[in-house]
């Protein structure tokens, strides 16, 4: 990162505190997945190398939200939350508002914010990421000369983004998502994030070890490798490399130092390879996310998902083989174009044979601009919303029936954070990333100690300290 940019802007920030009277306060409302948690990560990075205190306050003096558009219901709680933002602003007419992310990239949205919600002074996209340290100095220094109304969009379709060498802010000192790769190309017909993120593109191993070295000495105890199809890394590298072999070298570097974990795979590529190398280690975390999205073969095609429903329950039994005691969880879509009771009796049989320890269910979003949005049959809302529930249920029995074996165990357990509704309460999350409740002392934060599990609560557990060392 040109750190010549950081050094003016704290000075451009210190005038505006100057203006302002007190220390900028910036806050960061964060939408989607985990990569826009890790830009997120970035965008915090810059604020507070640049001299703003961070708050969660959306009524602060700097407030950005990273959207998300992956479903309709992403971008509508965008909208209703701008509501609220031109109260703010009308109250400090100094407040400075930025958009950015996924649903910044779609042409439909920059034209509504430009047409109704004029008070927003910054826009830009998931491709102009590093160009936020120098879009935010122009926007200072418009406030600076006192222009009442700077609206600046810049959004950019090209892939040769640098934010890699943004400072970052992590949400926890001890653990961290490290992106090995951007994009995606497998244009599943629903999907929308390939033309909102772009084409894949790795990073060299070189460049992801050296950040992992590097979060390691920060005091990092566990990391997630992050891409929305981590199965097809290093495809596009100038030496082309697999995820297997990463990961392999990633888990014998730091054996015994860091906790593995990665997202997401896609069952399509996941290979032997990688099952025994995630076997083979026992820092890499004992479990997977594979969405299989829908159990019925017609609607898989339709989904563009390149497999079957049996190559997938193949691939769990291959999996469980391997390792048997692994959670394998999933993202599940409902009400696909299309889809009868007898696709969703399928899905739900799949569930059933599975045996998934928890699922993402989700109710299918027509997104303009992808295939599925243009196709015949697409399914009533009040029908989608029936078949919901019963998917659901069949979730809820699976993970009751599957996260039942933890009780009675003794488990390492990474310490997250105080319990927000009990005083007295501590969280944190055992390797197959279930979370436990229990009672012990906020210090135990970023330790990783052992947790007697007491009993399951279907999607989470409760238990009790064995001893407090690390
Ligand atoms: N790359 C990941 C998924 C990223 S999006 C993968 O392929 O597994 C996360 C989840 O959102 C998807 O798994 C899918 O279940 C859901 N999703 C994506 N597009 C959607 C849409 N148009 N409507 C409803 N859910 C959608
Ligand atoms: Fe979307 Fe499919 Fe790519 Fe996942 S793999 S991001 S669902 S297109
Ligand atoms: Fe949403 Fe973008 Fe992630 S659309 S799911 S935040 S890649």
Not at 105 to 119: L, W
Not at 192 to 207: A, C, L, M
Request: net charge negative; hydrophobic share 35%.
């Amino acid at each position: 990162m040109d750190t010549e940019i950081i050094r003016q802007l704290k000075q451009t920030v210190t005038d505006y505190a100057s203006m302002l009277g007190c220390r900028p306060r910036a806050c960061i409302v964060t939408f989607g997945c985990q990569m826009n948690a890790r830009d997120s990560e970035k965008l915090r990075g810059v604020l507070s190398a640049s001299g703003f205190e961070l708050t969660d306050s959306e009524d602060c003096d700097f407030l950005i939200y990273n959207t998300c558009t992956v479903r309709e219901n992403a971008n509508t709680r965008v909208y209703g939350r701008l509501g609220k933002v031109k109260s703010y602003k009308k109250k400090n007419p100094l407040m400075m508002v930025a958009l950015c992310g996924c649903m910044m990239q779609e042409k439909s949205v920059t034209d509504e914010i430009g047409s109704k919600y004029g008070f927003v002074d910054l826009v830009f996209g998931t491709f102009n990421l590093d160009r936020f340290p120098y879009l935010l100095e122009d926007l200072l220094r418009a406030r600076l000369e006192e222009q009442p109304c700077f609206t600046r969009v810049e959004i950019i379709d090209s892939t040769e983004n640098d934010a890699d060498r943004l400072p970052s802010a992590r949400n926890y000192p001890f653990k961290a998502g490290v992106n090995i790769m951007y994009g995606c190309n497998n244009f599943c017909s629903y999907c929308i994030v390939p033309y909102v993120r772009g084409r894949e593109r790795s990073r060299e191993p070189s460049e992801i070890l050296e950040e992992i070295r590097y979060l390691r000495e920060d005091g990092v105890r566990e990391i997630m490798l992050l891409g929305q199809n981590v199965n097809s890394y290093g495809k596009t590298l100038n030496r082309p490399k697999s995820f297997a072999w990463l990961l392999d070298r990633i888990a014998g570097e730091f054996s015994s130092e860091l906790l593995i974990r990665f997202m997401t795979s896609h069952p399509k590529d996941l290979s032997d390879d990688l099952i025994r190398v995630m076997a083979d280690h026992n820092n890499i975390c004992e479990h997977i996310h594979l969405p299989v999205q829908a159990g019925s073969d017609r609607i898989l095609q339709a989904m563009n998902r390149h497999y079957t429903r049996e190559d997938y329950l193949a691939l769990i039994d291959k999996i469980r083989s391997a390792m048997p005691d692994i959670a394998i969880t999933t993202d599940i879509m409902v009400g696909f174009p299309s889809e009868t009771e007898t696709d969703i009796d399928q899905t739900i049989d799949l569930i059933g044979r599975s045996g998934f320890d928890n699922a993402f269910t989700f109710l299918y979003s027509r997104r303009t601009g992808t295939p599925a949005a243009a196709m015949e049959d697409q399914v009533d809302g009040e029908t989608a919303s029936r078949w919901f529930d019963k998917v659901l249920e069949a979730v809820h029995c699976s993970a009751r029936e599957r996260n039942r074996r933890f009780a009675g165990r003794i488990m390492p357990v990474l310490v997250e954070q105080e319990n927000r509704h009990n005083d007295g309460w501590i969280s944190g999350r055992i390797s197959h990333n279930l979370l436990v409740h229990f009672k012990g002392s906020p210090k135990l934060i970023g330790k990783i100690i052992p947790v007697k599990i007491t009993e399951s609560k279907g999607f989470y557990l409760m238990g009790e300290t064995v001893s407090d060392e690390d």
